[in-house]
């Protein structure tokens, strides 16, 4: 076996720069929406087919992960993270050279599957090399990483749009720097937990023995149950505001951006209260935040107070966020790891997925969008119930957890 130095800074940003082609994926296109409706509007069913150009990776993520984290258990984690991020270069640049939609929607497809590998293999290579802290740390960015980028991307994609709707495709051969930094920065993890022992062979882990169903599966439900508030402010909030009386489509979205700085905020106070605090009093601090962010959303009745329950909401979740991420990493041993960090994130990416059903649902029954605000903060309340499930099974959070 081969000796590296003890993984450090520039281990750790290898593994942190792939997050952002995840958010790339959907973030990227939505302001070249409007001139790709404009561009296929012979093609019949466009109006549904066209949204799928973002929306699929998203799908394809949810469905595969697992998948992905049952390949890098038997293959290896870097390898095949290498090979992802030469398909995503690929396929996520085709848009450029193709005209047919049906062709468009293929290489989406396969945007989605080298997605669903980069984000399930760097995340379980951040729980391979570090432990405790330091794991809890690098984990953590992970989540104001992708807030922070999702901020760039929008506005880089509106920039590259003026080019023509094939112009931001090209951004995703940026997934060849991602390449070139996880070759230079990491190595093979090895199956003794010796971050700096690189495995001379395929791990071929395939066995089930040990691995922690009860506690996984609610985790897991509590990550689907949570992504659904995490993603309302993002995905509905520049349609609130334009419900309260905002016409402008820039300023909505300027100040939706504003409002999500909560998140990255919220990841920053988990770096300094989450390996101090047990997991359900962090749950109850996290659902009661996002129940008071959409109860001040739903009754303000004004742009600033919108504002102000859209930030508090957020705060809450970029809480949340990085402590189901680290709960989950702390009972996945390496023989499992790469299936329990599947399990996770396929969960996520599916209550992203439900998000703006379960608002357009809330909202037909309780007269619009500010209706439906009041409703999910009767459902994050609904978290103080969760939070003290999770505190009874977690026998008192972080300090019980093995960090393994």
């Not at 929406?33 to 509007?41: F, K, R």
């Not at 090399?129 to 960015?141: H, I, N, P, T």
């Not at 506005?155 to 230079?184: C, D, H, I, Q």
């Amino acid at each position: 076996m081969t000796r590296h130095p003890e993984p450090g800074l520039l281990t750790g940003i290898s593994l942190l720069l792939p997050i952002t082609l995840t958010t790339m994926a959907i973030v990227l296109l939505a302001p070249i929406i409007p001139d790709l409706m404009a561009h296929y509007a012979a093609v019949p069913g466009h109006e549904y087919w066209v949204p799928m150009i973002l929306t699929l990776p998203s799908l394809c993520v949810a469905l595969l992960c697992p998948l992905a984290g049952i390949l890098g258990d038997w293959f290896g984690r870097r390898r095949l993270l290498l090979a992802a991020f030469l398909l995503y270069a690929v396929v996520g640049v085709m848009p450029v050279f193709l005209d047919d939609l049906t062709h468009i929607l293929i290489s989406r497809a396969g945007v989605g599957i080298a997605e669903a590998l980069i984000y399930v293999l760097s995340t379980t290579m951040i729980g391979d090399y570090y432990k405790g802290a330091s794991r809890d740390k690098w984990l953590a960015a992970q989540t104001a990483f992708a807030s922070m980028s999702a901020l760039l991307f929008f506005n880089l994609g509106g920039v590259l749009g003026e080019g023509g709707w094939r112009t931001p495709f090209w951004a995703y051969a940026s997934a060849l720097v991602m390449f070139a930094l996880v070759w230079k920065f990491t190595w093979e993890p090895s199956r003794d937990g010796t971050a700096d022992v690189e495995a001379d062979a395929p791990p071929h882990n395939r066995s089930w023995a040990g691995f922690p169903w009860a506690t996984m599966a609610m985790i897991v439900a509590i990550t689907v149950y949570g992504s659904v508030f995490f993603y309302t402010v993002q995905i509905q909030a520049p349609s609130g505001l334009a419900e309260l009386g905002m016409a402008s489509p820039a300023e909505r979205g300027f100040l939706t951006s504003i409002a999500s700085i909560g998140v990255p905020l919220g990841t920053f106070i988990y770096s300094r209260i989450g390996t101090r605090l047990a997991v359900g009093r962090l749950l109850l601090l996290e659902f009661a935040l996002l129940a008071i962010g959409f109860m001040l959303m739903a009754r303000s009745g004004t742009v600033p107070g919108f504002l102000a329950g859209c930030f508090v909401n957020q705060i809450g979740a970029g809480l949340l966020l990085p402590t189901l991420l680290v709960w989950s990493m702390s009972i996945l041993r390496f023989e499992f790891r790469g299936r329990g960090t599947g399990f996770w994130q396929s969960a996520f990416a599916f209550g992203q997925f439900l998000s703006p059903l379960v608002v357009t649902f809330a909202g037909r029954h309780t007269g619009g969008l500010l209706g439906a605000f009041s409703v999910l903060s009767l459902a994050a309340l609904g978290g103080v119930v969760v939070a003290l499930i999770a505190s009874r099974a977690s026998h008192g959070g972080n300090g019980a957890m093995a960090h393994g």
